[in-house]
């Protein structure tokens, strides 16, 4: 078996639980034949050496901030054939303040609709709706969701700003409610990958909590992700 390396960078707003969160996956990589490396910041993207032996970046940073060098490390990694991926606020809830790293990335959270007011408790769970990851035409033909079906789940549903060099591969809507103030159902990418120079972004937005992680088909999504995301041959 051909020895890769993965690196897991992790930190941010404790909330998402990144050290469990990618601890998960840990085995995973390593199971398929990865060397893993875990960092929890992310200087290590400005270390060029360390960056171009890199072949799959696994990032769980929710919020956090990043220096101008390392968000340049990150981008001249991923163009040069590294994988990126993680799911949920630690990838498109990192950086809020990093232009650079929207772009490379292809989408930012916005907002997570709540419950009806009158039900709200003052907890996160005031966020958690019921709501359908649906399967679009192209992710039924895609390595990481192909066989996968529509899924239902009860957490938070990421309303995402987007472009359209996104691939998408599942999304979901979020309906019109009396009190939410837009007025038609708008559809949000669920999972989406990119391509970036030679590399391979992908980004899973459900994630929020390990049961989340734990879903079965969320954990399918994630894992194929990471391997789809690889470095290929082609850019190595």
């Known amino acids: 078996m051909t020895m890769r390396t993965a690196l897991v960078v992790r930190g941010g707003w404790e ?20 060397t893993v490396r ?18 799959l970046v696994v990032q769980c940073m929710t919020m956090a901030e990043i220096t ?11 163009v040069a054939g590294t994988g990126l991926t993680g799911w949920h606020g630690g990838i498109v809830d990192a950086f809020r303040a990093s232009s650079d790293y929207l772009h490379l990335v292809g ?65 979901t809507v979020h309906p019109t409610r009396d009190w939410h103030p837009w007025h038609r159902p708008v559809t949000s990418p669920a999972v989406w990958t990119r391509q970036w120079g030679a590399g391979r ?22 894992e194929r992700g990471m391997l789809w995301a690889t470095r290929t041959a082609s850019a190595s």
């Open 38 to 55: 875990v960092e929890e910041s992310t200087a290590v993207y400005a270390d060029a050496d360390a960056m171009a032996g890199t072949d």
């Open 107 to 171: 989408g930012q959270f916005a907002t997570h609709p709540g419950r009806e007011p009158c039900e709200r408790q003052g907890g996160e769970q005031d966020n958690f709706l019921p709501h359908t990851v649906t399967v679009t035409d192209l992710g039924r033909q895609h390595p990481i969701t192909a066989g996968i079906a529509d899924f239902d789940l009860v957490t938070e549903q990421y309303w995402v700003l987007h472009d359209d060099l996104v691939d998408v591969l599942a999304t």
């Open 201 to 222: 972004v992908v980004v899973t937005t459900p994630g929020h909590s390990l049961d989340v992680l734990e879903h079965p088909s969320v954990r399918t999504v994630i």
């Open 15 to 34: 909330g998402h639980q990144p050290v469990r969160a990618t601890e998960l996956f840990l085995p995973f990589l390593e199971d398929n034949g990865y």
């Open 68 to 78: 101008a060098d390392e968000v340049a490390g990150l981008r001249a990694a991923v």
